[in-house]
């Protein structure tokens, strides 16, 4: 088995499909097909099933998909290992954020990183937290940032934390406007805007179920301009952290039950093998603590 093989298996798991598999290779799909057909019969199952619109994962396909992520993953880390010792001058650094980080400006310390390390590559991804995790785990990510209602999984390192403060955002007009702080029992059965899917989401759930508050979902988002859109536009309410509702420019008031989580910035090991990840890492820690 080659580590090309398993290159070409990756490529094609992640596109369905083997035309468009062999341009992100940069090779001609009859190329990329042989590959594939000696890894199937090296490995003795096949991996793929080809139908006319689409080729999927068999259950064996599906068995090394994890095994072939960490195993190219460590060959990235070890080529990455090599370029270290004449000092950065190629490497690539993955990082996954939230959409509602705000503890740090994430565009702004990437755009100073790379203008100190122009060699390399910077791959950002945003999503929901179960997903940024389970990306870190299998080696898509170095690094992510990550928010929670309690602590991190243990299988992860938590390089930096800090809290980040929920207030219910209104609308002009809302009877709440005006207000600078309220109760959770203003807002009981209040037409809410739900953030749908994420930690937040679940976090305002919880805290509502625990004070005896009910919630009201009349509309969701998966977005923060649109959640935040959506309530500027008369639909409902919503709690979001207090840098989104002073950047939205709408009428926000402060919670008084406690209502803050905490962001963190974690990776697989508690030192970073890859070298790019460990100077993106002390880069973004100096950061935050200026920040903070």
């Not at 989580?261 to 973004?284: K, W």
Request: glycine share 6%; proline share 5%; with cysteine.
């Amino acid at each position: 088995m080659e580590l090309r093989q398993l290159e070409h298996f990756l490529a094609v798991a992640r596109d369905g499909s083997f035309t468009g598999a062999a341009q992100r290779a940069h090779i001609v799909q009859s190329a990329l097909s042989a590959s594939i057909r000696k890894l199937e019969a090296e490995l003795g199952a096949q991996l793929f099933e080809r139908t006319t619109r689409r080729v999927i994962l068999t259950e064996a396909g599906r068995a090394l998909l994890p095994v072939a992520q960490r195993l190219v993953a460590d060959v990235d880390v070890a080529r990455s290992e090599v370029s270290a010792v004449v000092g950065l001058s190629r490497g690539r650094v993955s990082v996954g954020t939230i959409q509602t980080l705000t503890v740090v400006d994430l565009p702004q310390e990437l755009g100073v990183f790379r203008s100190r390390y122009p060699a390399i590559q910077v791959h950002v991804r945003d999503g929901r937290v179960a997903d940024l995790i389970a990306a870190i785990t299998t080696g898509e990510l170095d690094l992510a940032y990550l928010a929670a209602d309690g602590p991190l999984p243990d299988d992860l390192a938590c390089f930096a934390q800090w809290d980040q403060r929920l207030v219910l955002v209104t609308y002009p007009g809302h009877r709440l406007a005006d207000s600078r702080r309220i109760q959770l029992a203003e807002i009981d059965n209040e037409p809410f805007v739900d953030y749908t899917g994420s930690v937040m989401q679940e976090m305002v759930r919880r805290r509502f179920a625990d004070a005896g508050i009910r919630h009201n979902p009349v509309c969701a988002a998966t977005h923060v301009p649109l959640l935040v859109d959506l309530v500027a536009a008369g639909l409902g309410v919503t709690i979001v952290p207090q840098s989104v509702a002073e950047r939205a420019g709408l009428p926000f008031a402060e919670i008084d039950h406690a209502f803050t989580r905490t962001i963190y910035l974690a990776g697989r090991q508690p030192q970073p093998a890859n070298p790019a990840a460990r100077a993106l890492l002390a880069h973004l820690i100096a950061q935050g603590r200026q920040q903070g």
